[in-house]
């Protein structure tokens, strides 16, 4: 997947370094030319120069054939018009912007932005709302049989209640991770768009629950 990333700064480079370990082409764009020196002689992606949400830096930066786009910048401002314009312009799928203020973190995720606020902002945390696919296991019981992990949902479940989920594909939601914060959810609590669903599940089981996450409510049992 070819990904482009708006901002050079420690966090920028520490996820272009780490999305081109994994196998990704990647572009980085910052105004700055010098903030390129962070990412070492050894990074072979792109490096463009220019404002992040300009679409002729943006194309240049690859954006046309780009799979995310994470706009990481020291900005709020420029980090969300850079991510509407990936969206709505590129029709980039996976996108998220870093947010200083939590307060309107609520709002951009309204307008389809995941966000992620700086507060309790990980590089982990923005590589998983850019690469959603597959279960991410956080704990394991001794015996192997059991493991807590991050499941991607498919659009189709926002709406719908935790209790739904549980009973359609056999898991047990743990916890949320929603706006940056964690929450323990109630069988009544509706899952909302950019929700992170962390769940209990059986090992030998992680692929048939990803692919009912995947399927959606309503071909999770088919």
């Known amino acids: 997947m070819h990904i482009v990333i708006m901002g050079c700064g420690r966090v920028g480079a520490a996820l272009a370094q780490t999305l081109e370990q994994q196998g990704h082409t990647v572009a980085v764009v910052d105004q700055d030319p010098t903030a390129f020196r962070r990412l070492g002689a050894g990074f072979g992606g792109r490096r463009v120069t220019g404002v992040g949400f300009d679409q002729d830096t943006l194309r240049e930066a690859g954006i046309e054939e780009a799979g995310a786009f994470a706009a990481v910048s020291s900005g709020d401002n420029s980090n969300i018009i850079a991510a509407r314009v990936a969206r709505e312009m590129f029709g980039v799928e996976n996108v998220a912007a870093r947010i200083y203020d939590p307060r309107r973190a609520e709002v951009y995720q309204r307008l389809g932005i995941p966000t992620v606020a700086t507060v309790r902002w990980t590089a982990d945390q923005m590589l998983r709302r850019l690469l959603p696919s597959g279960a991410e296991p956080h704990w394991r019981d001794p015996s192997g049989g059991v493991q807590l992990a991050e499941v991607h949902i498919s659009p189709s479940w926002v709406g719908h209640k935790v209790s739904v989920l549980q009973e359609e ?16 959810p109630t069988s009544g609590t509706v899952l909302q768009e950019g929700d992170l669903v962390h769940v209990m599940m059986r090992t030998d089981e992680v692929e048939k629950v990803e692919a009912a996450f995947e399927k959606g409510p309503e071909e999770a049992n088919r």
């Open 169 to 184: 594909t056999g898991v047990r939601v743990a916890f949320l991770t929603r706006l940056g914060e964690a929450m323990l």
